[in-house]
């Protein structure tokens, strides 16, 4: 490994930063501790050099905290530990595209029901929307108490009244639900419905959500590499296997 010097704005300049937040990552673990010139300066090396671009890598891959947290691992030498929390990561993103693989089939459930439903064309009450759904009253009561929908009650009996949209609304619960999806989690959903105006305009949202993830999983791919470069040159082992 070479043992070129280097000066805490070399190694910010290759990333748009500052020198001070250079030695700001010194200070937390993020990279290794630098070694002092006899005047006190601080004296990075490649290895440094290497540390920041794993970090910098990590951070749109896996969040500032985590590429933080897996960075003072590896410099603590605890190489398991920081393999733990990307597998907890990428454990995440597979569980954001399972969700997102249940809303757009949600969405696609709701419409096909909606096209046969009589409560398409006007106002229900909750005994009708609840034997439509095959729920309980109580189910669709709970659903209100939770923001997934909001009927709004005749000024006469006081009866809550189901509009086409309220009804729209509890048939995207219920079809999460039946996913096994929480309410705190569904609640955000039918929001976004509800302020798009219906399901077609939501497409967009589902389209912008699937880029994200797809570029958070390249970004993992991407910070992998250098996280793979770092060890290397910290000598870590790329194996474990030997051979029998």
């Known amino acids: 490994m070479s ?6 704005v070399d190694l910010a300049r290759e990333h748009g930063l500052s020198a001070q937040a250079v030695r700001n990552y010194e200070g937390e673990g993020i990279l290794p ?9 601080r004296v990075y090396t490649p290895l440094h050099s290497r540390a920041l ?12 905290r985590t590429a933080s947290d897996v960075m003072r691992a590896v410099n603590a030498g605890d190489v398991d530990g920081a393999l733990a929390l990307l597998d907890e990561s990428h ?15 949600a969405l696609r459930d709701l419409a096909s029901s909606e096209a046969g439903s009589p409560s398409r064309r006007g106002v229900v009450f909750i005994g009708r929307l ?14 209100e108490k939770a923001g997934l929908i909001g009927p709004r009650r005749d000024p006469e ?30 609640a955000p959903l039918t929001e976004q419905v509800r302020h798009a105006g219906g399901v077609g305009p939501l497409e967009a949202t589902l389209d912008g959500w699937r880029a994200k993830l797809t570029t958070r999983g390249l970004s993992m791919l991407a910070a992998a590499a250098e996280l793979s470069a770092y060890l290397g040159h910290r000598g870590h082992p790329m194996s474990t296997l030997t051979s029998p």
């Not at 671009?53 to 500032?64: C, E, I, M, N, S």
């Not at 454990?91 to 089939?105: G, H, P, Y």
């Not at 006081?158 to 996913?179: E, F, I, M, T």
Request: proline letters at 5%.
């Open 33 to 41: 501790t630098a070694g002092r010139t006899r005047h006190g300066y």
């Open 157 to 186: 009996t006081g009866y809550r009244v189901y509009s086409p949209a309220d009804v729209r609304d509890a048939r995207l619960a219920h079809q999460l639900r039946r996913g096994g999806y929480l309410l705190r989690q569904i």
């Open 130 to 143: 609840a034997r439509e759904l095959g729920v309980g009253p109580a189910t669709l009561r709970k659903w």
């Open 91 to 105: 454990a995440q993103l597979l569980r954001d595209r399972e969700t997102l693989a249940a809303v757009e089939k």
């Open 53 to 64: 671009r794993a970090f910098v890598a990590l951070v749109p891959a896996h969040g500032h």
């Open 3 to 8: 043992k070129r010097r280097l000066r805490p």
